[in-house]
């Protein structure tokens, strides 16, 4: 390098010249939509975590979210053993501030060895009549299909719509994320895990009533019913983790 280029490089680096600048890294976005694509923007999705607080949700049936569910890392994780001076942290099913009819959910989970948890919908918030979001709310199975018992029952296994309709086999291990996906338009119910179409069916329709007549929640009135509703995260005492949910109405 001749003198002249020595001294007059580092000029234009600061005048920032084409073909002169160095290459920056990619800056990380740490707004409350850095977890959506420019396509998804433009479709209209919104985030439902900002990534650090858990503004937008709270406990079932509580003013604020029970200090069991922690932000770390981008993620909502559920810790079922924090505690404060001695005393173990509450958790609850955690559920969204706003409600929700016909939606496009997506969203991320990962669920630690032996774990049970699951993304619940149309989820009715009122704790003097319904004590639990899933006896109003179906669901979307978080699970760890080889070491929890419900791995054993078909309709419990993840990505299954909780003892109701079987899912085609798409979760990824424990430990690892798995990208879930819920469509609901008009009772027409859509789920997708891992980028596969694993699911669908019709909302209040005959057919769906006789599936919740032979299910668990048939002694539970209004359950399947509601046409809007929360979107619940469970705590099923289980660590799992949540990152990257948003949605968009249609």
Not at 34 to 57: I, K, M, N, V, Y
Request: with cysteine.
């Amino acid at each position: 390098m001749t003198h002249l280029t020595q001294v007059l490089f580092p000029l234009l680096l600061a005048a920032g010249l084409p073909g002169c600048r160095p290459a920056q890294p990619h800056a990380m976005t740490t707004d409350s939509t850095s977890s959506l694509s420019a396509e998804e923007r433009q479709a209209g999705f919104r985030p439902l975590f900002d990534g650090r607080t858990t503004t937008g949700w709270h406990s079932y049936g509580r003013m604020e979210a029970g200090g069991a569910w922690k932000v770390a890392d981008g993620t909502l994780h559920l810790d079922p053993r924090a505690a404060q001076n001695g005393k173990p942290l509450p958790g609850g099913d955690l559920v969204s501030a706003g409600t929700f009819a016909n939606f496009d959910l997506r969203l991320e989970w990962k669920i630690a060895a032996g774990g049970n948890s699951g993304i619940m919908f149309y989820v009715q918030e009122d704790s003097a009549r319904y004590a639990y979001p899933w006896q109003t709310g179906p669901e979307m199975q978080v699970l760890d299909n080889e070491r929890h018992p419900d791995g054993k029952i078909r309709s419990h296994r993840a990505g299954d719509l909780y003892d109701l309709v079987v899912a085609q086999e798409a979760a990824r291990p424990p430990g690892e994320w798995n990208e879930a996906r819920i469509v609901a338009h008009n009772g027409d119910l859509q789920f997708f895990l891992n980028g596969i179409a694993v699911l669908r069916t019709t909302l209040w329709s005959d057919k769906w009533r006789r599936l919740v007549a032979g299910s668990k929640f048939r002694d539970m009135p209004g359950f399947g019913t509601f046409r809007s509703g929360r979107i619940a995260l469970q705590d099923h005492g289980d660590p799992v983790w949540f990152r990257n949910i948003r949605i968009r109405t249609l």
